[in-house]
């Protein structure tokens, strides 16, 4: 698993592609309801998915409801602990400061992303939260699985609110 770092050039399927697929599938979902199509899913070591989100700050009013923290909790819930330690966070758009902070203290192994976020993202953009030196917890990164896929559902998405 470790090492696929391909990108929107690299279009053969790679380890993360199933889970992405499932993530676009939520980011999908969230448009229904007008949130911004950010679709996320933690698979434990083992691969099974522990829990998924969708952004649902539109759907409920939180503003924390950001697709990552949706699915950290459904999979904190469902193993019965914080600590995720082993897993993986596959998420459709490079994680915000926020979202990037909740991977670092959940202890996910890895954050695999779609589509980068030059605006706000704090996974290599913008600012580096998850490989800051001063934390004692720095997960691996994997970014650009399906990260056309994710960029056209922004563009579509923020297309037709301009529009």
Same mark, same amino acid.
């Given at each position: &698993? #470790?090492? $696929?770092?391909? *990108?929107? $050039? ?9 889970? &992405? !697929?499932?993530?676009? !599938?939520?980011?999908?979902?969230? &448009?229904?309801?007008? +949130?911004?199509?950010? =679709?996320?899913?933690?698979? *434990? ?10 952004? !649902?700050?539109?759907?409920?009013? $939180?503003?924390?409801? @950001? ?6 909790? /459904? ?9 995720? +330690? =082993? ?8 994680? %915000?400061? &926020? %979202?990037? =902070? ?6 996910? !192994?890895? %954050?695999?992303?779609?589509?980068? +976020?030059? #605006? ?7 600012? $580096?939260?998850?490989?800051? /030196? /001063?934390?004692? @917890? ?24 301009? *529009?």
């Amino acid at each position: &698993m #470790k090492g $696929d770092r391909r *990108g929107p $050039d690299r279009p053969q399927a790679g380890p993360y592609d199933a889970l &992405m !697929e499932r993530a676009l !599938e939520l980011a999908r979902q969230s &448009m229904g309801w007008g +949130d911004v199509p950010v =679709g996320a899913v933690v698979a *434990g070591a083992d691969w099974e998915i522990l829990g998924v989100g969708a952004n !649902e700050r539109e759907l409920t009013g $939180d503003p924390t409801a @950001h697709a990552e923290i949706v699915a950290l909790r /459904r999979a904190a819930a469902a193993a019965g602990s914080w600590r995720m +330690d =082993g897993a993986t966070l596959v998420v459709t758009l490079e994680p %915000c400061t &926020m %979202c990037a =902070g909740a991977l670092v203290l959940a202890r996910i !192994e890895r %954050c695999v992303y779609a589509a980068a +976020d030059p #605006k706000a993202g704090a996974v290599g953009s913008l600012w $580096d939260v998850v490989r800051d /030196r /001063r934390l004692n @917890h720095r997960p691996e990164v994997v970014a650009g699985v399906l990260g056309a896929e994710s960029a056209a559902l922004l563009r579509e998405f923020f297309g037709s609110r301009r *529009g």
